[in-house]
């Protein structure tokens, strides 16, 4: 018997320290819960020890979605609206290109010698037939000079010789000389002439080969860095020239088109209508050239199926250098006094694309459209929508069928006659007359004269405090 007391006063021990732990926890739990409950409530509470009864009650409101600004799905929305209109938009392929040159040339040299001057600057346009530089001209003026002199005495010969024929044939008359002198004579003026003939093309190469001691432009472009320096000796046989030039007025640009578009464009090109091209920076924010197409390849390419067209521009303000990447917009039509809405007032859902209408009750309807062509911001509709409707582009991810809605109003710019405050809201189709927006309308009066009190920075905290509060509500 005394062996087991121990053991049973043990597990009674063991007993009570169970309940304990259980009681402890259920302490902790109800805790907790109050903790949770008055962290709520405090929450819903204005932050200012100082608030009034009517201040906590308005922020609890708001927290609440009693605001309309701030307000639940079920509640008035704001939002913003665009009037459907008409316009002419054009159709657009887009692609990317390459810039090319339409003729490039490096300049060499065409005879041998030391380079003694240059007459252009890297980067500069030059006109086909400018001078660009000189070689050393004294190896090629004594060819020209012993040329000169070749010719000097193989024509005294000749006249010489055209003398003794004439003398020759007034003897052959008078019957005082065989005829075969006469003809051997007739022979060398014949000889003496070809000599002559000979001389005068040595004659004209020297004056050749000295003219191009003198290194002009071939064609009329934009210069590259020169390749070489002064007193640098110049060989016919070098691979690298002088300077390049690249024709940059006009300027190509190359890119390619999907064979399915082809019809459209062979279809301008057989009625001679010129197909206007766009040139735009890699970012597609920088118009950089307007040109037209100029001529198209003359087969697809299987690899890619596609088509090469080639187009022209201007490029009197140099915005353009061969090899450039750029995104081309090649215009292949234009639809004339199109329905269009901005893009970003079409949603997309189960039942399709649609647009949310706002009616003169201020309540919107979903009208379902279908999609057209796009350009900028603007897209062509088709369906139960007509010009002059206005259409929600912003605030319609909160809407359905139905619901209300204040359209908010773009506050006018600084300066401007009758500016109110940040923005005016109207309800349906009119906007309030007062200078301070509708959500202010709906406070306390006491707090409503605290909001108009604080400045920008404070009105703005206060503003996201409510938002913060209906937010941890909606949790």
Not at 7 to 26: C, D, E, P, V, W
Request: avoid cysteine; glycine fraction near 8%.
């Amino acid at each position: 018997m005394k062996d087991r007391l121990p053991g049973q006063i043990g597990r009674y021990g063991q007993a009570r320290i169970g309940k304990t732990l259980i009681l402890l926890i259920l302490v902790v739990l109800v805790a907790g819960a109050y903790g949770v409950w008055w962290w709520v409530h405090r929450q819903s509470s204005d932050a200012d020890p100082t608030a009034t009864a009517g201040e906590r009650a308005a922020a609890q409101a708001s927290a609440t979605g009693g605001g309309r600004r701030f307000g639940g799905a079920s509640r008035v929305q704001p939002v913003s609206v665009v009037a459907a209109q008409r316009k002419d938009i054009r159709v657009i392929l887009s692609a990317i290109g390459n810039i090319a040159a339409l003729n490039m040339a490096t300049v060499r040299t065409h005879v041998d010698g030391e380079l003694k001057v240059i007459y252009f600057k890297e980067g500069q346009q030059v006109r086909a037939g400018a001078l660009l530089a000189e070689i050393d001209p004294r190896t090629y003026e004594i060819q020209l000079a012993q040329a000169q002199g070749q010719l000097a005495r193989d024509l005294a010969q000749l006249r010489n010789a055209q003398l003794d024929m004439e003398r020759y044939k007034d003897l052959l008359a008078k019957d005082s000389i065989a005829k075969q002198q006469v003809d051997t004579q007739d022979a060398l003026v014949r000889q003496l002439v070809g000599t002559v003939q000979t001389d005068q093309a040595q004659l004209d190469n020297a004056k050749l080969q000295l003219s191009y001691t003198r290194i002009t432009a071939p064609i009329s472009g934009r210069l590259g860095l020169k390749q070489v320096d002064l007193g640098n000796f110049l060989h016919v046989s070098d691979a690298t020239g002088l300077v390049s030039i690249t024709q940059t007025q006009p300027i190509a640009v190359v890119f390619a088109m999907p064979e399915a578009n082809l019809s459209q464009i062979s279809s301008k090109v057989k009625a001679g209508q010129a197909m206007v091209v766009e040139a735009w920076d890699r970012e597609q924010k920088l118009k950089l050239a307007v040109g037209k197409v100029s001529s198209i390849d003359n087969a697809i390419d299987l690899t890619t199926g596609t088509i090469k067209l080639k187009a022209e521009f201007p490029n009197s303000d140099n915005s353009l250098f061969p090899n450039q990447f750029v995104n081309i917009r090649l215009q292949v039509d234009t639809l004339r006094d199109a329905l269009v809405v901005p893009a970003n007032a079409v949603q997309r859902g189960a039942q399709g694309t649609y647009v949310y209408v706002v009616k003169d009750d201020g309540s919107v309807s979903v009208r379902s459209v279908s999609l057209g062509t796009t350009e900028g911001d603007w897209i062509i509709v088709r369906g139960d929508v007509a010009v002059g409707e206005r259409v929600v582009t912003d605030g319609a991810d909160r809407l359905r069928d139905g619901a209300k809605v204040e359209v908010i109003v773009p506050a006018p710019r600084a300066g401007a006659a009758g500016t109110g405050a940040s923005a005016g809201i109207a309800s349906g189709a009119s906007a309030p007359t007062t200078d301070q927006p509708a959500w202010m309308t709906r406070l306390p009066p006491d707090l409503a004269e605290k909001v108009k009190a604080m400045n920008p920075e404070e009105r703005r905290a206060f503003l996201q405090k409510l938002r913060e509060r209906r937010q941890q509500e909606g949790k």
